[in-house]
C-alpha cells in the first residue's frame, strides 16, 4: 500500500519560516500530481499549492510570493517552503498525491495526516 507522511510542523512567530515535508513511500510506481492542503478551525479544507510531475506550480493567491512548493521524484518527497507567516496561516497542513501502484491499473488520491502549523507570537 501507500503512506504518506508530512513533517516540519510547529510554532513560529508572525514572519518566521517554516518547510514542510510529506514522503510517499510504498508499492509506488509513480507519483503524478503533488498537492498541500490545509484546514484552519471552523474552515473548509482549501487548495494551497500543486505541483505537477513535470514541476508546473500553481499556488493559492493567500500563499502566492510566500510559499514554494517543491519536489524530488527520485524519492517522492513533496516540500513547501513558507515564509513571512501570517497568524492567519495557522491550520493544520495536508499533503495529498496522485499515485499509480504496482497493484492498481490506475491511480488514485492518496492523503497524509497531516501537520500543525502555528503562527503566533
Known amino acids: 500500500q501507500v503512506q504518506l507522511v508530512e513533517s516540519g510542523g510547529g510554532l513560529v512567530q508572525p514572519g518566521g519560516s517554516l518547510t514542510l515535508s510529506c514522503a510517499a513511500s510504498?508499492?509506488?510506481?509513480?507519483?503524478?500530481?503533488m498537492e498541500w492542503y490545509r484546514q484552519a478551525p471552523g474552515k473548509q479544507r482549501e487548495l494551497v499549492a500543486l505541483?505537477?510531475?513535470?514541476?508546473?506550480?500553481h499556488y493559492a493567491d493567500s500563499v502566492k510570493g510566500r510559499f514554494t512548493a517543491s519536489r524530488i521524484n527520485a524519492n517522492n518527497t513533496l516540500y513547501l517552503q513558507m515564509n513571512s507567516l501570517k497568524s492567519e496561516d495557522t491550520a493544520v497542513y495536508y499533503c495529498?498525491?496522485?499515485?499509480?501502484?504496482?497493484?492498481?491499473?490506475?491511480?488514485?488520491?492518496?492523503w497524509g495526516q497531516g501537520t500543525q502549523v502555528t503562527v503566533s507570537s
Open positions: 505541483l505537477t510531475l513535470g514541476g508546473n506550480a
Open positions: 510504498g508499492t509506488i510506481v509513480r507519483v503524478f500530481t
Open positions: 495529498r498525491a496522485d499515485i499509480k501502484t504496482s497493484h492498481a491499473t490506475g491511480s488514485s488520491n492518496y
